[in-house]
């Protein structure tokens, strides 16, 4: 079997971004797999909370486009993408909307950790192009504003 040949455009791209990089995207698809149990739960007819439904499909659409973000940059910076298994969530029933809620709001801290963790990894890596992407890939930003909508929606649980 033959090798993969290097790519040309790695640069200064240390493998354990890129492992890591891989590493966030799954946790992405993970998260919007989640979310979307959550979402499809909420739709069905003998739950038939819509707005709850509505909230967590665009969660799930998001967390999807993060991975893609990050696909698009393992690409760009000449990583290879290794995706690994998806988990399944950890239940089906998601029981109400503030136990779904308060499940949501651990997996947002869940996903900003790792995105801090890789942010921390890639300054001591000396990585500022990854550095960069992740300040501006609105990740940070944006999983800051979600740990805030859902923390407003479940004070209870700070």
């Given at each position: 079997?033959a090798?993969?040949?290097?790519?040309?455009?790695?640069?200064?791209?240390?493998?354990?971004?890129?492992?890591?990089?891989?590493?966030?995207?799954?946790?992405?698809?993970?998260?919007?797999?989640?979310?979307?149990?959550?979402?499809?739960?909420?739709?069905?007819?003998?739950?038939?909370?819509?707005?709850?439904?509505?909230?967590?499909l665009?969660?799930?659409?998001?967390?999807?486009?993060?991975?893609?973000?990050?696909?698009?940059?393992?690409?760009?910076?000449?990583?290879r993408?290794r995706?690994?298994?998806?988990?399944?969530?950890?239940?089906?029933?998601?029981?109400?909307?503030?136990?779904?809620?308060?499940?949501?709001?651990?997996?947002?801290?869940?996903?900003?950790?790792?995105?801090?963790?890789?942010?921390?990894?890639?300054?001591?890596?000396?990585?500022?192009?990854?550095?960069?992407?992740?300040?501006?890939?609105?990740?940070?930003?944006?999983?800051?504003?979600?740990l805030?909508?859902?923390?407003?929606?479940?004070?209870?649980?700070?």
């Open positions: 079997m090798t993969a040949q290097p790519s040309q455009v790695l640069q200064n791209y240390h493998p354990d971004c890129e492992a890591a990089i891989n590493g966030q995207i799954c946790l992405e698809l993970y998260a919007s797999y989640v979310y979307m149990s959550m979402a499809y739960y909420f739709d069905r007819a003998d739950v038939a909370l819509k707005h709850f439904f509505q909230l967590f665009q969660q799930s659409r998001q967390k999807r486009e993060h991975a893609e973000r990050l696909m698009q940059l393992q690409n760009q910076r000449g990583g993408l995706l690994g298994d998806i988990k399944k969530p950890d239940r089906d029933d998601w029981e109400s909307g503030l136990k779904a809620m308060e499940c949501a709001l651990q997996l947002e801290k869940n996903v900003n950790q790792s995105l801090l963790d890789l942010h921390q990894l890639a300054t001591d890596k000396a990585d500022p192009h990854l550095c960069h992407f992740l300040e501006n890939f609105t990740s940070i930003l944006c999983h800051w504003r979600s805030l909508h859902f923390g407003q929606l479940c004070p209870s649980t700070y």
